[in-house]
């Protein structure tokens, strides 16, 4: 037993496997991938909590991984986000205005979803605050929450994984591809922030890494058209790259086909952290992502 135990876990559940990242403050101690059956995920999602905390919990016991502070991240998909603007705000009533606005400009979304929001910061010749409102599917985030109350773990926080994929990739603009075999992860990055992101799933009862490489040329053509029609005033340039992750990574000629089909270059993540000379980046990178945030 470790007196003053530092360690943390940021896990993730991809390509139905458990992904345990062990850390202590920016340093990577220890991983672990241990596989889960068909009937405890689907598109990435846990659907039976209670075997997946039994798994989790044996792992954790086997490999004396800590149970407390640990971190998550869950996929985003269903969830939506929108930027509001709001008039000159008072402080008092900042609270009411935001709740009020988020229900008119996403409607419904209170009764099913969990909402989050932050204030923006401001350019100088702005006279309307603006809003981040970010809706995520309730049901995403209890799996993952029940799971580790039956794991006997402590969980302290969960972030949506294309948020820690920005973080761990630390480009300014980019596209980030985030491949599993199950799911797919498309982040459109602009002057630092997720502009756009979606969560494409493998839906196929048994999918295969052919499967999910099909998906991402098929659709990542589609995601970068349809930002490009949506944000016309921060069109992507045609310089900007892929970053390519996941298990899907591993895969060198999907890179290839990626800039084939795109007309893109597929660039590799350099880590910001020092990791092991064995580490598999790729697979862990969202964990990664997680490990980085700074206030949890």
């Keep these: 037993m470790r007196l ?17 990242l062990i850390f202590s403050g920016k340093k990577i101690e220890s991983w672990y ?48 986000t929108q930027t509001i603007s709001l008039p000159g705000v008072k402080k008092g009533n900042v609270n009411e205005m935001v709740s009020r606005e988020i229900r008119r400009a996403m409607p419904g979304s209170q009764d099913v979803d969990f909402i989050y929001w932050q204030m923006l910061s401001q350019n100088g010749g702005q006279q309307q605050q603006q809003v981040y409102a970010l809706a995520v599917p309730r049901s995403n985030i209890v799996g993952v929450v029940d799971a580790c109350r039956a794991g006997g773990v402590n969980l302290k926080g969960i972030e949506l994984k294309p948020f820690a994929l920005v973080r761990a990739v630390d480009c300014k603009d980019g ?25 494409i799933p493998v839906k196929d009862a048994s999918p295969s890494a052919e499967d999910a490489c099909q998906n991402i040329l098929r659709e990542l053509p589609f995601t970068i058209d349809y930002y490009n029609r949506s944000y016309r005033d921060a069109q992507l340039d045609p310089e900007v790259a892929v970053y390519l992750s996941g298990e899907l990574a591993l895969d060198p000629k999907l890179a290839m086909d990626i800039t084939e089909t795109t007309g893109r270059e597929v660039v590799g993540v350099e880590p910001k952290i020092e990791c092991p000379p064995n580490f598999p980046l790729a697979q862990f990178l969202t964990n990664v992502g997680l490990m980085m945030r700074e206030n949890w």
């Excluded at 003053?4 to 345990?20: G, P, Q, V």
């Excluded at 995920?41 to 989790?56: A, C, D, F, W």
Aim: aromatic share 4%; with cysteine; net charge negative.
């Design 4 to 20: 003053f135990d530092r360690r943390r876990m940021a896990f993730t559940i991809e390509s139905m496997t458990l992904r345990m």
């Design 175 to 199: 596209i980030i591809v985030h491949g599993e075999v199950d799911t797919i992860e498309v982040v459109v990055v602009e002057k630092s922030f997720p502009a756009l992101f979606r969560c």
């Design 33 to 80: 991938s241990v596989p889960l059956t068909g009937n405890m995920v689907r598109e990435g999602l846990i659907t039976t909590p209670e075997t997946v905390g039994s798994v989790m919990a044996e792992a954790i016991q086997e490999n004396a991984i800590p149970r407390s502070g640990v971190i998550a991240a869950v996929p985003s998909t269903g969830s939506a």
